[in-house]
């Protein structure tokens, strides 16, 4: 369906000729992208939805009178960052992509009170970079240095293996500037500054993007402004020549960082694992600390992509030998100190802690050489350029698409005791069936934030993404993993990110319904909030909430009278010859006990003579001991549960 013109010339008014376009090649680049086949689909398709347009704005007050115009024309919109994800792109018909990628700059660098301000458009690798000059560091997400700082901030999630001092970007999101779903400018923070995510009064920063963002469905965010973190390496990062065997996986790695050194600890039994890094945690020794798996999935990682990263990590396993087993489960950690005193401090510590949980250093670490340079020197260099470029082909490195059968935060034993069991038993199930890429069964990886006790894991496995069979076995893991863990009862599969969002048979929004209900019914609060900012509902709401669900949701119930002590349900109306028609105010004693209702063909007993004639007296006593008056059949009175009398009619 194409975009009416007269809406369609309301857009080019505000942007230009030349920043808006409806030629179908440009708008085919914004239908493919990672989890296609996975989020929006029952059937694998790597296609998601055209747009009817695509414009883009170079400043706030063009994005605001973008959003008025498709207000004003009922034209559903999605904002558009540097699109990592299929929840960056449109999930309906009918919807204009609003680009931001003309608002690049970086607005503020504030060195003494330690935060960024930055538009839409930059990303980390640019703030990293600027921000290694002034002895400040960013927090990355895992998404890669490519992605927008402002999105992973203010609209969506990501672990980041900076968070172990640097913390969860959801806590690093200080002031914002929001454009509204309607067209209104909101300003978090204080309003001359943007150093507080919070002003006086209620906190918005849960409706804004609470643990995971609210993915362009809320409107769109100009401006935000980021927490830095102390850097103590150089001011620029400097690369040479990676010697072979390294230069296999990438012919360049960053030179020696002065007082940095990376370990890589290896543990008999995850078990292990937890007593450690609880106990780093607890030292706060670590800059960055984090698990990649085992040795398959650390040398497939290393950046050889594909069949050949797969074969070269084999033939190397095999030349280790017994050591394959201990390399199961490693753990890396980077320790980074001002001064050179501090960095051995942090060793011994390291060391000692490594010896208590029943750890040991990696053998080959100590005794082979490449070159001049020994391997835990090249080593070192290496996963540094992994950490501090933060690059995903070293991540997700083992080619074809990929996905994760959980994603699961929390303590480090309870993530632990519920992914790495379920998580082995699963990648060797579907590595035998060949649907999916044999990578080794320990694929796991965390990230520690904010040094303490708390992580947020994946298990990672890769399929085909051309081939329906290896989606469709991909699909089959999650939905297994659901049936097994729920059948283990361990009670917080519900907050499994992962497994309430994909499945073979369902939708992934009728997973967030499902997931909403064992969780405080927080998916009709979202569509509360939904329809409290968007009114007109125009922007697109594929990926917040139960996405095209949540419109039912809300729909008024029923009229009925209350009624005392049973809200909930309506006063049931008497049958004709069974009981006199009571007063208004006799109808609220209904909570109270009352007597047996008279057969239609008998009256009331009188205990005595009324005071005026024919006045039926009370049944029997209630609880309380008080009796009851029975009304005529239209306007005698009864006393109330507090044993007074209401007016007579």
Known sequence: MALAREA????????GKENICEEPAVLESYTWTWLNEFIYKFTPLKWGNRPEAVVLPGCTEEVQAIVKACNRYQVRYKAFGTGYGAQSFPGQDGVVVVDLRRMNRILEIDEKNKYAVVEPYVTWMQLQAEGYKRGLATTPIQGGSQCSVLASVTSCYGMNIMGTHGGYNARNALGVEWVLPTGEILKLGSSDNWFTGDGPGPSLRGIMRGNSGALGGLG??????????????????????????????????????????????????????????????????????????????????????????????????????????????QVMIMLFADTEQELEYKEKVLHQIITETGGATQPMMEDLTLGNRSMRDAMNSFISTFVFGNDTHMVHGMGGGFAITAGYGGTCESVARYMFPAGEMLKEKYMKKGKILDDGINTLYFNIFDNAPVIYSEVEFHYDQADPESVKAGREIINDEWKYKEGKKYGFEHTDICLSMWSPVTPWQERVAKLGKLSGNFHIWQERIKQALDPNDVCDRSTYGVGYLGKG??????????????????AKKPKAGKKPKASKKAKAAKKTKISKKPKASKKPKAAKKPKTAKKPKAGKKTKTGRKIKASKKTKASRKTKAGGKTRKK
């Open 553 to 570: 949701l809300l729909e008024p119930a029923p009229q009925t009278k209350p009624v005392a002590g049973k809200k909930s349900k309506a």
């Open 8 to 15: 369609y010339r309301a857009l080019e008014s505000i942007v």
């Open 220 to 329: 769109i965010f100009t401006k935000c402004a980021i927490k830095l973190h102390h850097w103590p390496g150089p001011t620029k990062l400097e690369t040479e020549k990676a010697p072979a065997p390294l230069s296999f996986f990438s012919p360049y790695m960053l030179k020696t960082i002065e007082n940095c050194r990376v370990h890589s600890p290896m543990f008999p039994h995850w078990e292990n694992v937890i007593d450690f890094m609880y106990k780093s945690v607890d030292a706060e020794i670590a800059y960055c600390m984090f698990t990649a798996g085992g040795a398959e999935r650390l040398l497939g990682t290393m950046g050889a992509a594909g069949k050949e990263g797969v074969e070269f990590a084999q033939n190397m396993l095999a030349l280790m030998g017994p050591m394959k087993d201990q390399l199961k489960y």
